[in-house]
């Protein structure tokens, strides 16, 4: 498990911190203060994990995970002081995999980063056999982490996928937000009901773009989402 982070913080006493915990724990800590310096370590370098922070000086870390995310799927935890709900929706749902709040403990940030390589680790290890299942119009290649809609492929962030992947495998069942976070999120305790609510109108969008007609999924008021038999 143990390889390179990247480590993105403009506070040089914190970023210090951070890489003597994880050289400690045996991992290879980089150092930059900058999202521009981070991007092009990034296209040399064999980065593991990403942890960075919001307020950095050149650009905010948001967008910094959305350039990220443009050409990677690099595990990114980002750390930082905004302990605001909102804050920490908007950085899950862009992409970010973990969000740590200032200030923390070395041991908190190194188990957070060890939680999240184990979960990619474990869907590297994921069915590779019989990949291709056909349900209705979707056609799915788990060993892609791949789900076409209509013979199209969509594309769909790691949370996008799994919440459309769970309601495929669950045809016509009816599951509530709460049983939705459950399932598809690693720390539903940390995420919020709403991003379910967020993930679903963007898998529409997806879908829609394709066969704007149609609209596989069900909202049912009250009580959650299903998939719908017919689709």
Not at 37 to 42: G, N, S, V, Y
Not at 101 to 108: A, G, L
Not at 185 to 207: A, G, N
Request: glycine share 6%.
């Amino acid at each position: 498990m143990p390889g390179k982070i990247l480590i993105v913080e403009d506070e040089s006493s914190i970023a210090d911190n951070i890489r003597y915990a994880l050289s400690t724990e045996g991992f290879e800590p980089i150092w930059c203060e900058t999202g521009a310096e981070a991007l092009q370590i990034l296209t040399r370098e064999g980065i593991a994990l990403v942890l960075l922070d919001v307020g950095l000086p050149d650009m905010n870390g948001f967008e910094l995970v959305k350039e990220i995310r443009k050409t990677s799927s690099v595990p990114i935890i980002i750390v930082t002081a905004r302990s605001e709900e909102v804050d920490r929706v908007v950085g899950l749902e862009i992409g970010a995999d973990d969000y740590v709040v200032k200030p923390f403990s070395p041991r908190e940030l190194t188990a957070r980063v060890r939680a999240v390589l184990r979960r990619m680790d474990d869907k590297k290890a994921g069915p590779a056999k019989n990949a291709q299942d056909f349900s209705g119009p979707f056609r799915i290649d788990d060993s892609r982490y791949l789900i076409s809609y209509h013979d199209v492929p969509l594309e769909l962030s790691r949370y996008e996928y799994r919440l459309l992947r769970f309601l495929i495998a669950n045809t016509g069942r009816v599951y509530t937000r709460e049983q939705l976070m459950n399932h598809i999120w690693e720390e539903p305790e940390m995420s919020l009901e709403r991003t379910v609510d967020t993930h679903i109108k963007t898998i529409r969008q997806k879908m829609k773009a394709i066969r704007p007609a149609e609209d596989p999924i069900q909202t049912h008021r009250g009580l959650g989402y299903s998939l719908k038999d017919h689709c």
